[in-house]
């Protein structure tokens, strides 16, 4: 294995890759960059078992081969040496990485038992907008379950419908339901973890270039296909909560408001809140005024915000956190919040086209 290539452009390269190693695995090889040099290029891979990270890079081939070398240390071994081209070749039992003025040895490991992205033999072909998708995955990943133990509502659901792509997270406090127009030749669905998609999310900011987005999907795998860069996930197990039944009905209370005077009000009542420790606010709803306040054993705010309202005046609680996340995801300069009851929580949409719907659990007042 030889080869010489731009140094930025391989650091760059491993920087995505190593999005999906695993720093808490007991499994040697899955604590490695996969390195291939074929005669037309060379390609990365990093995996947790989970995800499979996959770029290529173009390169000034010497010799074929393969190895895998520690992530960490190959990673930063390269990021470390000046810009310029850098030759990297196999000696003995190290890899060698060097430049005029640098050079490093670290040990590698057979490539053999690397898991590797394996093509589809039947797969359904989905193409998304990539600036809708980077959109949709932002506005729902937050409303996932971080716990390990939740199953599926770790994940994001991708349900695509006749003439609709909708994304839905749920966590058993909060949901967030995102909708965007589609036309499609097939339903169908499946869950992806919302960790692995903050990591496709961050590959999606950084890939400039494509406007559409390739998935693949065979049932139990989805293949992102960004630019140059492959993600393979595995889907997860399991029936989806059925989100439609949880959606609220018969609201007594209506708010419009403007969305960045709640984020600022909201973030100034969240800053004693925090202090203490439960982020605790509560609104009350009074004919056309919003009052926020929070009271804790170090003091007391209160912040009034100008509202348009329909229906009941009303006195609820929240954590401000499940507030503010959704807030910071919509663009639209107003909201529409509606209200059910003080136990019934908020549900809140986006004023212009109504794509975006967030439902929150009220936390139970004194």
Known sequence: ???????????KILNTV????????TTPILKGIYISVNKDNV???????????????????KEEGSVVVSANLFKETVRRFSSGNINIYKEDNKIVIKNEKSEHKIGWLPADEFPLIEEMKEKEILNFDKEILKDMIAKTKFAASTDELKGIMRGVLFEIKKDSFNMIAIDGYKMAIVKEPMNNLKELSFVIEANILNEILNILKDNSLDKEINVDFDGKRAIFQIGSTKVSTRILEGKFIDYERILPRNNESKIIINRRELVDATERASIL????NNNLIKLCIDEN????????DMGYVKEEVDIEKKGENLEIGFDSKLILDPLKVIDD?????????????AFITSCENGNYSYLVLPVRLK
């Open 289 to 296: 005024l919003l009052t926020i306040t929070t009271r804790t």
């Open 1 to 11: 294995m030889n080869f010489s290539c731009n140094q930025q452009q391989l650091s």
């Open 43 to 61: 390609t990365f891979c990093g995996s947790d078992g989970n995800i499979i990270i996959e770029e290529k890079l173009d390169a000034y081939i």
């Open 273 to 276: 809140a925090r202090e203490g």
């Open 333 to 345: 300069e107003n909201i529409v919040i509606e209200f059910r009851g003080p136990l019934d929580g």
């Open 18 to 25: 190593s999005k999906a190693v695993s720093i808490r695995t």
